[in-house]
């Protein structure tokens, strides 16, 4: 390969032109190995999995597995849908084993396996709360809100996981049962039950089974409850529809709605089966309710939800910071959704909002220990705020919820996170996120040396050609000391790489459209989103306003939240009246006192106290 300027390319779509689609990497073919997020797997292994087990004991999830089992003698314990939590765990601890072996790990899995192999029915019905309050004849009564289906897609994935991962095919024998089960049961035809769950995930389960399988009625199964939503099924039920992403046929709609996590989790099912069918009509629907989404519905920290009642996206630009709920669960769902738009069309957007929802959006969700949670992801919280309610940032992050299914979420994200970084297509290697660690290519080992998102410089060694995704953020960034073009991809067909990404921080603007901020300013750099903490403040936060034209300055802390760059800018601070008015910082006549505005990454926010902090502030 020669180093000439004709080696650098650039495509929105790398290989929109080649034949097949982005090919993820096989099982520990990418591997993180130092940066910013080594250590966050590494504290996710160590601590946060194990302790997520100790917490479902606690809880009774456990408990109510081996119940199920003939185990002891008892009544199940908490919502209809523990049994999820177990599997997202299952899942979470089989990936860190492929990350990295341990014999009391795997002691863990294959335990508790058999114990979820105990409880199955001899038909293959599993639902260990459903079988304890409502014996067999309670099955599939409630189904709109009984989480039997979003169970078995859990189990279904966990499965998937541990066979990959271990070898074991002792949960993967459990989940064919439940799929086997699950196609005899519901559909059409004789004897059929025409019957969808109130939230999805089977779907994306089911094609994951058929994609290790090879089984096809998995992905006819997948396929069947896709196209059975819109159709009346769940009004039929007396239920309103929007909440469950059933009013209109996935693909006749326009955007998103409802229940953010339902939502998300339903489109990235249904891209999972355009994807194995090739059905290109469906495929383009749902491009237009990601875009649709991500212009109207979602956050500057690619949070989703902008509802507290429902859990729910609001209408078109319906985005208040305070009341924002942006749950954790819903940033993985819009990762996992993203992700497979990215292997479908190879499109720089899709990698983009992978990279902002991942390091805003889910990170904020763990603590920096890698053992507190948040459920609700605002993005102001007010210096009296009074927690009234579990899942309230008030509290601070919490080790566990009473609806815990953003912890295990959290888990197996990290524990899967090197499987997002790069795919590959007629044996050219793509980069989608940037992160130190080597990936293993046909040709030998590609090494990624940085320290993103900290500082622009990539420094890549590969055997073959890479396509590198160039940031929509990016203007100015070079290859080799060639200037490339920001929201695409720069094909490079040269041994040694210097990628370089302009660290400029930005001043961005919100839509004017968006009431709740109309005329506020926020502070990004590189990839991060910037948040004022009271912690950080000369004065109280809420008072603050920015000066827009200020220098910012960002300098990196070492020893401040693991490690920051800190962003230091200019604004205007004070309340109160004048001549019977009152006024703010940014009064005509001057009142209010300047002050330095200082920001860190929003993801670190809350870790060092809980007490008022905000995104967007309003100009001066």
């Not at 009234?388 to 919490?398: E, L, Q, T």
Request: charged fraction near 20%.
């Amino acid at each position: 390969m020669s180093a000439t300027p004709e080696a650098v390319t650039t495509s929105r779509s790398p290989a929109a032109t080649a034949a097949g689609r982005r090919q993820p990497l096989g099982l520990g073919q990418a591997k993180i190995t130092g940066g910013f997020w080594a250590p966050r797997q590494l504290r996710n292994g160590e601590s946060a999995i194990p302790s997520g087990q100790d917490q479902l004991e606690s809880a009774g999830n456990l408990q109510n597995l081996r119940l199920a089992a003939g185990i002891g003698d008892g009544e199940a314990i908490g919502p209809v849908f523990a049994d999820s939590d177990v599997y997202k765990w299952l899942e979470a601890a089989a990936w860190e084993y492929g990350r990295n072996p341990s014999d009391d790990l795997l002691k863990r899995i294959r335990e508790l396996t058999a114990v979820v192999a105990a409880a199955q029915r001899e038909d293959g019905y599993l639902d260990s709360v459903v079988q304890l309050r409502y014996g067999d004849e309670g099955r599939y009564q409630q189904l709109v809100w009984s989480h039997e289906h979003y169970c078995a897609g859990h189990l279904i994935q966990a499965a998937v996981a541990q066979v990959r991962c271990t070898g074991d095919r002792a949960l993967l024998d459990v989940a064919i049962k439940l799929a086997d089960h699950l196609v005899a049961t519901f559909g059409e035809g004789d004897g059929k039950t025409v019957d969808v769950d109130g939230h999805p995930v089977i779907e994306m389960a089911l094609v994951e089974l058929y994609r290790e399988t090879g089984t096809t009625a998995y992905l006819d199964q997948a396929k069947w409850f896709v196209e059975a939503r819109g159709h009346g099924i769940i009004k039929n039920h007396g239920h309103e529809p929007a909440y469950f992403s059933d009013r209109v046929p996935v693909r006749e709609a326009t955007s998103v709605e409802g229940h953010a996590v339902r939502a998300v989790y339903l489109a990235a099912g249904a891209t999972d089966v355009a994807l194995e069918t090739g059905d290109t009509d469906l495929l383009d629907a749902l491009k237009r309710q990601f875009e649709h989404m991500w212009s109207t519905k979602t956050y500057v920290t690619g949070g989703l939800g902008a509802r507290w009642e429902g859990e729910a996206f609001g209408d078109e630009h319906e985005l208040p910071a305070d009341r924002a709920y942006a749950e954790t669960c819903a940033a993985i769902g819009g990762i996992q959704w993203a992700w497979r738009m990215l292997l479908a069309t190879g499109d720089a957007f899709y990698a983009d909002a992978i990279e902002r929802m991942l390091y805003n959006g889910f990170l904020a969700g763990v603590s920096l220990k890698g053992t507190e949670y948040f459920y609700v992801n605002p993005l102001q919280l007010r210096g009296a705020a009074h927690a009234d309610n579990g899942r309230s940032p008030a509290h601070g992050r919490r080790g566990w919820f009473d609806c815990a299914c953003c912890p295990p979420n959290i888990m197996r994200t990290l524990a899967s996170l090197d499987a997002y970084l790069a795919t590959t297509n007629d044996g050219v290697v793509q980069i989608h996120q940037y992160a130190a660690g080597v990936l293993q290519t046909d040709k030998g080992e590609l090494s990624i040396e940085t320290n993103y998102p900290w500082d622009g410089a990539v420094r890549i060694t590969s055997p073959v050609a890479v396509e590198l995704r160039i940031p929509a953020w990016a203007d100015g960034a070079t290859v080799n000391g060639e200037p490339v073009a920001a929201g695409t991809y720069a094909r490079v067909e040269v041994a040694e790489i210097d990628l370089q990404l302009p660290m400029t921080t930005r001043v961005v603007g919100a839509d004017p459209r968006v009431d709740a901020v109309r005329g506020c300013l926020a502070l990004e750099r590189g990839p991060l989103v910037y948040a004022v903490e009271q912690a950080d403040q000369q004065t109280n936060v809420d008072d603050l306003h920015l000066l827009p034209e200020a220098p910012v300055a960002a300098t990196h802390d070492d020893e401040l939240l693991d490690g920051v760059t800190v962003l230091r800018a200019r604004g205007l601070a004070g309340t109160g009246h004048r001549d019977g008015w009152p006024f703010t910082s940014s009064a005509k006549d001057g009142a209010g006192d300047e002050v330095d505005v200082v920001a860190v990454p929003y993801y670190a926010w809350a870790n060092r106290e809980i007490g008022a902090m905000r995104v967007w502030l309003p100009r001066a």
